[in-house]
């Protein structure tokens, strides 16, 4: 057996360190120990966590993990930067922020930056989070920032997705346009001290008051469009779970209990209702046809010569070969290569 994985097992530290650095610079060195842990993952309660920059994340993954000490659950953190390629910063603020969990030996807080593209960011997120749950660890909180579609793929690696606001960052429509309730199942307003807090709050509430067709959509958008084909319509009907918002004070520790109650109330729902099996088979393909995707075009890449492909690209641009008929040629050009 591969000796990192032998020792991720056995629960050291270090290996477990080794293989993040190896995951985060999708180097092939991790692949075989990846495999070799597979069969122990699945055991985790995988939480995400996003928001706009300064929400408070951190701040709240912190009283989290807290929580779950309390209840004697051990706890991996692991905070993706999908923003900056050199963004030390952000890093080194997570870890101020997260000191007081330092010391713990049930706790185990990693960053990850962007090396690549974001969607080889997306995979690198998902190994990490299943070394961790590998090691053992029975919570890992997934930090991301933003709500873009990277954002949204990384976020998907998780069963329960909280939503963090905050208010006075600008135009609340803004932020609902952006597609969260479709990934929320759990909407926080953070930052309740603040002015504009109820505003905030209001504004979330009636859009999904507003969204009995909300909801159901974000069901099948986030959960569901796979899972649909699966299941009996009224069934679908019968379990929209709409997400329920909570204000927080992460900073003092304040509304952090009801957050967990709900993030709890979630799993309880899709235990209730058999979903989880049905969503994690939906993270499976999505995930599978994401590698594919990469591995088919890299290997085309690497089939078709470069002039080629520019040959291509130019006469595409000189509107003598439509992008259609563009991947055709390509592929009759991989098939040259490779007969
Ligand atoms: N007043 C107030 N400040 C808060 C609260 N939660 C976090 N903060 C502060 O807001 C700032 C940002 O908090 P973070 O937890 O780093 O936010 P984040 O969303 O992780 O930030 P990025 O990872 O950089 O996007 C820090 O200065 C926190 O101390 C809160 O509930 N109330
Ligand atoms: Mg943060």
Redesign the pocket.
Known sequence: MNELAVAVLEGSRRALARLLTLVENESDGAGEALAELFPHTGRARIIGVT????????????ALARVYREQNKTVGII?V?PTSPFSGG?IL??RI?MRDLAGDSGVFIRSMATRGSLGGLAHATRDAVRLLDAAGFDVVLV?T?GAGQSEVDIVRTAQTTIV?E?PGLGDDIQAIKAGILEIADVLVI?????PGAENTRRALRSMLELGHPVARARIIAHHGRLALDEQPAEEIDAAVWVPPVVS?????D?GIDELAQAIEDHHAYLQEHNMTEALERQRVRIELYDRLRVTLLDRLLADVPAEDLSGVIERIQQRQLDPRQAVETLLALQRGVRE
């Open positions: 928001g706009a920059p300064g929400t408070g994340k951190s701040s709240l993954v912190n905070a930067d952000a603020g997570d922020r930090e920032v963090v905050a953070n930052k309740a001290d603040r927080t004070v992460a900073v003092a304040s």
